[in-house]
């Protein structure tokens, strides 16, 4: 790259008269319009992953029809929080890489571990310029069989596992998951599951809304459902008297 | 072949529709000592006929993996062949890189053949003068593909190219209808009763000819000397099935012609022996 020097901000064709202080990029080094948790289990027929429908503006809950979960190809799909024009502009990435994939029409087809791994090196490469794509991205799909389930963040970091969550749902659904999820849940089982953990990020996270989606990936296809929301119980009793631990907290 | 007015650049048409400085690149690929492919429903098998110049010379080295699951087989400028198959090493690991997946042997067949095709539209380059024989196995299945100097690809069951590769075609021939159902040992025994075709009176051992073999779930792997000459001493006692002859005998025609599956892309110069060549030799 000729003539780019680090840490100056970038975009800039050439000094200008109102930026005579040049330092570093920090336009790339914090979000906007952020979707919160995104939660995926494989279960026994394939892959089921679920969001809600939120997206945050800071504090504010600014859009609530916001789908953050999206198909890529036969055999995929990807689920994100984080920055949504960040995920919009992911998306596009990957329609380009589906599309050639579809033109070869050679028999050969993409696999939901390729494109995780084709994912990872946009989200490290950026990081390393230090300009990220401020997502944490939930990938599943299944392919010949074989069921995937994976996430990467917004530093590059990759890893597989039986149930994933991003966000706040690390911190509420994994819990859950690793009490409740094994091998052989049906469908019903996995919703189930997912809905009980939604549910809890909806009382706790205050960027969640009652209002989800749940993707459902099999050798068949891809199904995401319609947005619904979710029952809520406001009668338990550790929400009456919630300061009755710790006076004067509210 | 006489020198034509028209063969000076590669970018000069002649009037009869030619690249004839294409045809000539074509023409070292035929001088080059032979290569052999053939294919079953799990392996694909590359051989080549090592000649060395002189007793004292060691034979060239024509067979080369590309990666795990893909190999080649050359005839021709081996030097232009070490460049390809260097280009090749590097689109299988950028591949790789970012799928963390095998590239499929076809795409890469494709792009070589893309690579190649520029070579026959500047006026400052010169064709490839070399011909592969690719052999790689992905998500459908082996391949067995050849690459040409003038950009086109084709997909094989059987073929052979280089010197004397006619003679190993027509055994090949005779036997591709059975190639899908054998097995390792089998396809491996085929491909070196091609080689002995081609190197027609001298003895077949194991330093004058090189195997490699790729299969599904089976890496590339070209043949170290002593299991190569174990698969040929093994030849003397399998039955000779050349002495029953099949009656169905295919009318005499280039075997390009009878072995393609599919051809596309690049220059329409006819290849192999097609196509009007009143100065054949």
Sequence with gaps: ?250 | MFRNQYDTDVTTWSPAGRLHQVEYAMEAVKQGSAAIGLRSKTHVVLATVNKASSELLSHQKKLFKIDNHIGIAMAGLTADGRVLSRYMRSECINHNFVYESPLPVGRLVVQVADKAQVCTQRSWKRPYGVGLLVAGTDETGPHLYQNCPSGNYFEYQAFAIGSRSQAAKTYLERKYETFMGCTKDELIRHALYAVKESLQEEELTSSNCGLALVGIDEKFEILDPKKLQAYIDSMEDATKEEAAPTEEQPPHVAAGALLTRESSGGVEVPADGDGPSPMET
């Design chain 1, 1 to 250: 790259m000729t003539g780019k020097q680090p840490y100056v901000g970038q975009g800039l064709e050439a000094p200008h008269a109102f930026t005579l202080m040049p330092g570093p990029t920090k336009h790339t080094q914090y979000p906007y319009v952020t979707g919160t948790s995104v939660l995926g289990i494989k279960y026994k027929d394939g892959v089921l992953i679920a969001a809600d429908t939120a997206a945050s503006y800071g504090s504010t809950v600014r859009y609530k029809s916001v789908e953050r979960l999206k198909a890529c190809g036969k055999h995929c799909l990807i689920g994100a929080s984080g920055e949504i024009s960040d995920f919009q502009q992911i998306l596009q990435y990957v329609d380009k890489l589906i599309l050639n994939d579809y033109m070869w029409d050679d028999g050969n087809n993409l696999s939901p571990k390729d494109i995780h791994n084709y994912l990872t090196r946009i989200m490290y490469n950026k990081r390393n310029n230090f300009d990220p794509l401020w997502n944490t991205l939930v990938l599943g799909g299944v392919k010949n069989g074989e069921k995937y389930l994976g996430v990467v963040t917004m530093i590059g970091v990759q890893y597989v596992d039986n149930h994933v969550a991003s966000g706040f749902g690390n911190h509420l659904a994994r819990p859950i998951f690793r009490d409740e999820w094994h091998e052989n849940l049906t469908l019903e089982e996995g919703i189930q599951l997912l809905e009980k953990a939604l549910t809890v990020l909806f009382y706790r996270d205050r960027s969640a809304i009652n209002k989800v989606q749940v993707a459902n990936i099999t050798e068949a296809g891809i199904n995401i459902s319609e947005p619904y929301a979710l029952k809520t119980n406001w009668d338990y009793n550790a929400f009456k008297n919630p300061t009755v631990g710790a006076e004067g907290s509210w």
